[in-house]
């Protein structure tokens, strides 16, 4: 018999205890299919081929990938998941999943979305936060001349405020209907200008409280320093810091680019030197609880553990309000349900939109998951588990 150490997360029954047979069954059968890096990579191509060529491919997406990490198509679809996931306690974080489009009316349309958000946040408890990417919002290439410095033309400039101003109105609305706003983190090459708007928004709203987060990559190596320094400028200005601490999910596009551009990787030597900057945050954040609201956006169990044992150790509460755990829906709920039942914050992102427009999203979550093969074997091996458990109960 092997000595494993208990975890808090083994408890599968918790864990699946919203889930069917069927339900099982149904995630174990696409994280196989994820499991096959052939079949993702001709998959996400005939996928995105389908589209191109208008084939009807929505019927069998939505009913495979979609409904294992999406919500639905609109908010009103997604409300089944909302309320499922509240049953457990566990708080749904809307994502309006349509990326890569570039069009004003397609901006202003993801704003109009978000705001929508924002106030099902005031009205259900179920959904506590709302969150933003800002390419979502405005153009990659306008963030892009702004993060290099040059500068920008009279269209430019205009289509730079119109960022700030659709930015500036989700963070006032956030603050008003006292309803956080995440900010997500995206390319490196982006990142300088994202960080700057979100550290002003936090200026302009987080003086009571933190209405506005930022995001902090970990798998990047400045990223620790980064996290002290805002600390500092939130401290001088007299507002919250608010941040979400993740470790990354552009790995491989930064590390691309660095090659091609044949300038330093902004991406850690290592996945542990990911790991440790990473729980070096949670125990800086941790240690400067009063001024910091944070969200560990995770699917790893020993930072997540982690987080548990320093609450403990420095008395927070389980529920502190500067607190929550977050995960991905569709993923690691042995993670989410698990803290959820002990009383932690829990929440997870719930993607949502029409089924063609959150591909990018689909087609990076199995990419991520083909990548990192230890997630997705221990994703299907706990399903196993808990079906052979469930098995020898009935028996
Ligand atoms: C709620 C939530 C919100 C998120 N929001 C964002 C966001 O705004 N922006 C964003 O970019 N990502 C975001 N992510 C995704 C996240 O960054 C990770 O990609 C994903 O969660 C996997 O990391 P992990 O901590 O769960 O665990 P793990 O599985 O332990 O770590 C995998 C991660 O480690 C890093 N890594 C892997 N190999 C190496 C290596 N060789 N060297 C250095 N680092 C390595 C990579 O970041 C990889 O994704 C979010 C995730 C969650 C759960």
């Not at 494993?4 to 029954?13: A, C, G, M, T």
């Not at 996928?47 to 990938?65: D, S």
């Not at 101003?165 to 983190?185: E, F, G, H, M, T």
């Not at 500067?322 to 803290?339: E, K, P, R, T, V």
């Amino acid at each position: 018999m092997t000595d494993q150490k208990k975890s808090i997360f083994d408890n599968l029954e918790t864990a699946f205890s919203g889930k069917t047979n069927a339900d099982l069954k149904f995630s174990a059968f696409i994280f196989q299919m994820m499991s096959n890096p052939f079949l993702v990579k001709l998959s996400t191509s005939a996928a995105l081929l389908a589209v191109k060529l208008h084939l009807p491919i929505t019927g069998i997406v939505k009913t495979t990938v979609f409904k294992q990490f999406c919500g639905g198509e609109s908010q009103e679809e997604s409300k089944v998941v909302i309320d499922k996931l509240g049953q457990s306690n566990v708080k749904s974080i809307l994502d309006y999943s349509v990326e890569g489009e570039n069009e004003e009316s397609h901006f202003e349309k993801t704003t109009q979305e978000i705001l929508k958000v924002i106030r099902l946040g005031k009205s259900n408890a179920n959904v506590p936060v709302a969150c933003i990417k800002i390419t979502g919002i405005g153009s990659f290439d306008i963030l892009e001349k702004v993060n290099t410095g040059v500068q920008l033309s009279k269209e430019d400039t205009i289509a730079f405020d119109t960022i700030k101003n659709r930015l500036n109105q989700l963070c006032l609305a956030a603050q008003q209907n006292d309803v956080p706003l995440y900010i997500d983190a995206e390319e490196s090459w982006i990142q300088d200008a994202i960080d700057s708007l979100s550290m002003e928004m936090m200026f302009k709203y987080n003086a009571k409280k933190a209405y506005v987060f930022n995001t902090i990559q970990m798998y990047r190596w400045d990223r620790l320093d980064f996290l002290k320094k805002s600390l500092e400028q939130t401290k001088n200005n007299n507002v919250k810091l608010g941040v979400k601490i993740v470790r990354g999910a552009y790995i491989e596009k930064e590390n691309k680019r660095a090659l091609e551009k044949e300038c330093k990787t902004p991406i850690q030597q290592s996945k542990q030197a990911t790991d440790n900057d990473y729980n070096a945050a949670l125990v800086f954040a941790i240690d400067n609880i009063d001024a910091i609201e944070f969200c560990a956006g995770t699917h790893n169990e020993h930072s997540s553990e982690l987080l548990t044992q320093l609450m403990k150790e420095k008395n927070v509460a389980k529920n502190h309000p500067h607190i929550y755990f977050s995960q991905l829906f569709g993923m690691s709920d042995q993670i989410s349900f698990n803290l959820a039942s002990l009383g932690y914050n829990v929440s997870k992102y719930v993607p949502y939109g029409p089924v063609k427009s959150t591909l990018p999203y689909l087609i990076r979550r199995a990419e991520e998951n083909t990548s990192m093969a230890g997630q997705i074997g221990k994703e299907l091996l706990l399903i196993k588990e808990e079906l052979k458990r469930r098995k020898m109960l009935a028996n």
